[in-house]
C-alpha cells in the first residue's frame, strides 16, 4: 500500500524558514517522482516543485522559483521541501504526492492527475 506521511508544518514568522518532510512507503522510490502541493485557505491547490528520486531531476511550478528546495534522500524514502524566507502568502496546507515520472514536467498544471496523496500539513506564516 503506497503511503505518504508529510510533517513538519507548523507558526512561523515572516522571514523565517521551515523544512518540510515527506515519508514514503509502498512503493519503489526510485520508480516515482514526488511532488510538493499547497492549498491556502479558500483557493485552488496549486503545484510547488517535485523531484526525481532516479536522477534528481526537479521541476518547479510557475511563480515558485527562488525560495523553496527540494531534494531527496533515497536511503530514508523522504523527500525534503526547504522553504526560506517564508511570507503570509504561503500560509496553506501543503502536500505531498506521488506519482509515474511524467507528472514532474507538468507541475504548473492542475493537481487532480497526481494518483498517491498524503495528509497535508499546515504552515502558517505571521506577519
Known amino acids: 500500500e503506497v503511503q505518504l506521511q508529510a510533517s513538519g508544518g507548523g507558526l512561523v514568522q515572516t522571514g523565517e524558514s521551515l523544512r518540510l518532510s515527506c515519508a514514503a512507503s509502498?512503493?519503489?522510490?526510485?520508480?516515482?517522482?514526488i511532488g510538493w502541493f499547497r492549498q491556502a485557505p479558500g483557493k485552488e491547490r496549486e503545484g510547488v516543485i517535485c523531484?526525481?528520486?532516479?536522477?534528481?531531476?526537479?521541476n518547479y511550478a510557475r511563480n515558485m522559483k527562488g525560495r523553496f528546495t527540494i531534494y531527496a534522500d533515497s536511503a530514508k524514502n523522504t523527500v525534503y521541501l526547504q522553504m526560506d524566507s517564508l511570507r503570509p502568502e504561503d500560509t496553506a496546507v501543503y502536500y505531498c504526492?506521488?506519482?509515474?515520472?511524467?507528472?514532474?514536467?507538468?507541475?504548473?498544471?492542475?493537481?487532480?492527475?497526481?494518483?498517491?496523496w498524503g495528509r497535508g500539513t499546515l504552515v502558517t506564516v505571521s506577519s
Open positions: 509502498g512503493f519503489t522510490f526510485d520508480d516515482y517522482v
Open positions: 504526492a506521488a506519482d509515474r515520472p511524467k507528472l514532474c514536467t507538468y507541475m504548473s498544471g492542475s493537481y487532480t492527475p497526481w494518483t498517491y
Open positions: 523531484i526525481s528520486n532516479l536522477d534528481g531531476y526537479t
